[in-house]
C-alpha cells in the first residue's frame, strides 16, 4: 500500500490540518491553552519557543524531537502529533538511513500508542484514526500483506470510520484507495472488498481534497503506474515537482517523483 517513504496508503504523513475551530467553540481549549502559554511567555522568547512546537519541529524533519515534545501532553491534539511525528521518523528518517527493522518498529509502536491515546480523547477526530492506521498499516507492511491479513479488516474499519467523520479527509481518501490497489495487487482483494475500480476514483477525491499536498500526488502517480496510465502518472509527478515544499518530508516527496520521472523517461 504505497511506498515505506510515504505511507499515504495508510494515511498521509504531510497533511497539517487541524480539527475545525467550530468543533470546541471560537478557537476551542487548544487556542485557550496556546494563548495562555504565549502570554506568560517573555515577549523575546515567543519565536524560540514556536519554533519548539512539535509542528515545527516536524515541518524541519526533527521528527523523534517533535515526539518527545508531544507525547507527553495529554490532549488529543498532541497526542496525534506525537504518533504523526513517531510514523515519520520511521518512513523519512529511518528508511531513508537504512535502519534496520528493530530501530524501527518501537518507534510504530509509540505511534500506535499515541494514536489510540487520541482516539479515545476525541473520538470525533479524524486525523487521530488516520493517524492510528498510518501505524497499523506500516507494521503490517514490514512483515507482509499476505502475513496479516488479519489487519485488512482493522484497516478499512479504520478509514471508514474517519470518512464518516470527515468525508473530505485527503489523508484517509487516499490511504482507502492504496488499500484497495495493495489487496487487489496481491490477489486477495476479493476475500476483504477490495476493488481495482475503487482506486482512481478515490484517489481523485484525496487530490481534489488537498491539491497542494505534495505526496498525495506521488502516490496517486504510484498507483496509476500500477493500474497501467503511464501517462498521467507523468502528469501527477510533474505536478508535484512544480508544488512548493512545505515541509522537510516534502523534500523527500519532490525527490521520489523526480525519481519516479525519470524511471518513466527510461522506458
Sequence with gaps: ?????????????????????????????????????????????????????PAALGDRGEYAAAWERAH????????????????????????????PLAEQLPWLQRAVTAAEQATKLDPSSAAAVVQLARAKGEIARRSGV???????SELKALFDRALELDPD??????????????????????LYGGRKDAVRPLLERGVAAAPRQLNLRVEYATALIALGDEASAREQLELAL??????????????????????????
Excluded: F, I, K
Design 146 to 152: 499476505l502475513q496479516n491479513l488479519g489487519v485488512a
Design 169 to 190: 479527509d485527503a489523508d484517509a481518501l487516499v490511504g482507502l484507495a492504496m488499500w484497495h490497489l495493495e489487496l487487489v495487487q496481491n490477489g486477495v482483494g476479493w
Design 1 to 53: 500500500m504505497g511506498h515505506g517513504r510515504t505511507t499515504a496508503s495508510y494515511g498521509s504523513a504531510s497533511s497539517s490540518r487541524s480539527e475545525p475551530a467550530q468543533r470546541h467553540g471560537r478557537g476551542g481549549p487548544r487556542a485557550a491553552l496556546l494563548t495562555a502559554l504565549l502570554t506568560a511567555l517573555p515577549l523575546g522568547a515567543l519565536p524560540s519557543a514556536l519554533a519548539q512546537t
Design 72 to 99: 507527553t501532553v495529554p490532549t488529543a491534539a498532541m497526542q496525534t502529533s506525537a504518533a504523526r511525528a513517531a510514523t515519520d521518523e520511521v518512513v523519512y528518517h529511518l528508511v531513508p538511513s537504512g535502519a
Design 242 to 267: 512544480e508544488l512548493p515544499a512545505a515541509r522537510a518530508s516534502d523534500e523527500l516527496e519532490r525527490a521520489r517523483a523526480a525519481a519516479m520521472l525519470a524511471t518513466l523517461d527510461d522506458r
